[in-house]
C-alpha cells in the first residue's frame, strides 16, 4: 500500500507564516527607517536652531559694534570740531593779545603834535596815517615807532601838505614784530 502524502498544506502554512514573517520584517524596517529619519531629522533640526543662535548672537554683536563704531566715528569727528575750535580759539588769543600789544605800543610812541587819523592791519604789515604840525614831528614819530620794541623799521611812504599848509599827513608802514622778537632785537644793541 502506498501511501500518498500530501505536504502541500503545510507547504502553505509554511509559506503563509514565512510571508508574515516577511512582512513584519518589512514592516519593522519601515518603523526603525521612520524612527532613524525622525531621529536625523531631529538632530539637524537641533543643529539648525544652535546656528541660527549663534548667527542671532553675531547679528547682535556685529549691530552693537557698528554702533560702536559710528560713536567712536562721531566722537573723533566732535574731538576734531574741537580741536578746530581750539585752533581758532588761540590765533583770535594772539591776535587779541597782538592787537592790545599793536595799540599800546602805537599809544606809547605818539610825539606831541601828531594825531593818527586811520591804522590797518594785514597779518604782521601795519599801515598807519597821522597828522603833524612840523616835518620834525613827522621824522620824530618815525623815530620813536623805529625804536620800539614791538616793531620793526618804519617804511616811509608819502607825505602831503594841508590846504592851509601848517599841517603834514603822512603815511607810512611798518611790521608788527613778536613778542620774543621785539624783545630779541632790544637785547641786541
Request: glycine share 6%; with cysteine.
Amino acid at each position: 500500500m502506498s501511501m500518498t502524502i500530501n505536504l502541500l498544506p503545510w507547504r502553505e502554512v509554511r509559506r503563509e507564516k514565512r510571508t508574515r514573517q516577511f512582512y513584519g520584517l518589512v514592516l519593522l524596517m519601515l518603523f526603525v527607517g521612520v524612527a532613524c529619519g525622525l531621529f536625523i531629522l531631529q538632530v539637524y533640526q537641533q543643529q539648525l536652531a544652535a546656528q541660527q543662535q549663534r548667527n542671532s548672537f553675531l547679528s547682535e554683536h556685529l549691530e552693537q559694534l557698528s554702533n560702536d563704531i559710528a560713536d567712536v566715528r562721531r566722537y573723533q569727528d566732535d574731538a576734531k570740531h574741537m580741536e578746530d575750535r581750539m585752533a581758532i580759539y588761540h590765533m583770535l588769543n594772539k591776535e587779541r593779545t597782538s592787537t592790545v600789544r599793536l595799540f599800546n605800543d602805537i599809544a606809547a610812541s605818539v610825539s606831541e603834535g601828531v594825531v593818527y587819523q586811520h591804522l590797518s592791519r594785514t597779518e604782521d604789515l601795519v599801515r598807519l596815517s597821522a597828522i603833524a604840525d612840523s616835518e620834525r614831528q613827522v621824522s620824530d614819530q618815525l623815530r620813536k615807532i623805529a625804536g620800539m620794541s614791538g616793531f620793526g623799521v618804519p617804511l616811509f611812504s608819502e607825505v602831503a601838505g594841508e590846504q592851509n599848509g601848517s599841517q603834514h599827513v603822512f603815511q607810512f608802514e611798518v611790521i608788527q614784530l613778536p613778542p620774543d622778537q621785539g624783545a630779541s632785537m632790544e637785547a641786541a644793541p
